[in-house]
């Protein structure tokens, strides 16, 4: 019973492609996120979206796009990939909105590993 | 804006001996302060938390962490390492204003515990 999944766990492409990866949570929480991981760890926030708010990360090309449908699922759709696209990517979620949130924890995917050819 | 500092890349312990994971921080206001660790080809998995109150904070699998607020430092700390802790952990702040909701994580320290 995964309370935060995404999919797919493996995703390899090649440049110029567009690709989707999907994040579900079954936790009943308000806020989500992306995350990305860099080849030497570094964990990077990329999108926070809580109750149709998109807080969007200023670093992140306009090539990534998050989509919400509702707030279980925050899916993250990639134009053009790039090389410097390959990375793990995480999902996150955490239970409150943004105005009580400060003090809670968040809970992660198991990530999804992106290749770019 | 707020930010975090693991300024060990790897940490290296023998089974039984103590271990110190470094973290420091900068952020506006009172800080909220976590540990996640990450096993090989998983997501990050919640230890502990300091919000206010006692400044050792217990966690899980016997993790603690002090928060230190003249040095703005909140090491994670265990009495007795296992080589199952053997992992990646992940500092991170939120601030209590100004927007900084979204949670900043330090780079990551690589914990190995030799048998």
Sequence with gaps: DTAVSQTPKYLVTQMGNDKSIKCEQNLGHDTMYWYKQDSKKFLKIMFSYNNKELIINETVPNRFSPKSPDKAHLNLHINSLELGDSAVYFCASSQGPRTRGFNEKLFFGSGTQLSVL | ?115
């Design chain 2, 1 to 115: 804006a707020q930010s975090v500092a693991q300024p060990e890349d790897q940490v290296n312990v023998a089974e039984g001996n103590p271990l110190t994971v470094k973290c420091t921080y900068s952020v506006s206001g009172n800080p909220y302060l976590f540990w996640y660790v990450q096993y090989p080809n998983r997501g990050l998995q919640f230890l502990l938390k300091y919000i206010t109150g006692d400044n050792l904070v217990k966690g899980s699998y016997g993790f603690e962490a002090e928060f230190n607020k003249s040095q703005t430092s909140f090491h994670l700390k265990k009495p007795s390492a296992l080589v199952s802790d053997s992992a990646l952990y992940f500092c991170a702040v939120r601030g209590a204003s100004g927007g900084s909701y979204i949670p900043t994580f330090g780079r990551g320290t690589s914990l190995i515990v030799h048998p």
